[in-house]
């Protein structure tokens, strides 16, 4: 079994910044892609940013220049740094991952974690 944890939701000032972390734990043989999701109240979830192995990144339009993605692949790890955060960013953000097994190295199954609350608020 694999699971998700996040880690660094909070409340924050507009303008202020956040970190957020993944981490993957379990029988872990191979980590393909690595991503961050939000959904907000009344909206549906959305693609916040995604790293693949050997790093090459993906940014909703919204987040470009503002948040950077990054994973440790020797901790199993994704981070999502968020800087010049806006109301609209209030959000639950969730970590997604798409894993292999040790138990089934030929097969990649996708997993989500629990979900961090972000709040930005004045």
């Known amino acids: 079994q694999v699971h998700l944890v996040e880690s660094g939701g909070g409340l924050v000032q507009p303008g202020g910044s956040l970190g957020l972390s993944c981490a993957a734990s379990g029988s872990i043989f191979s980590i393909n892609y690595m991503a961050w999701y939000r959904q907000a109240p009344g909206k549906q979830r959305e693609l916040v940013a995604s790293i693949v192995t050997g790093g090459t990144t993906n940014y909703a339009g919204s987040v470009k220049g503002r948040f950077t993605i990054s994973r440790d692949n020797a901790k199993n790890s994704v981070y999502l740094q968020m800087n010049s955060l806006r109301p609209e960013d209030t959000a639950v953000y969730y970590c997604?991952?798409?894993?292999?097994?040790?138990?089934?190295?030929?097969?990649?199954?996708?997993?989500w974690g629990q979900g961090t609350q972000v709040t930005v608020s004045s």
């Open positions: 997604n991952a798409d894993i292999t097994t040790h138990q089934a190295t030929g097969t990649f199954y996708n997993y």
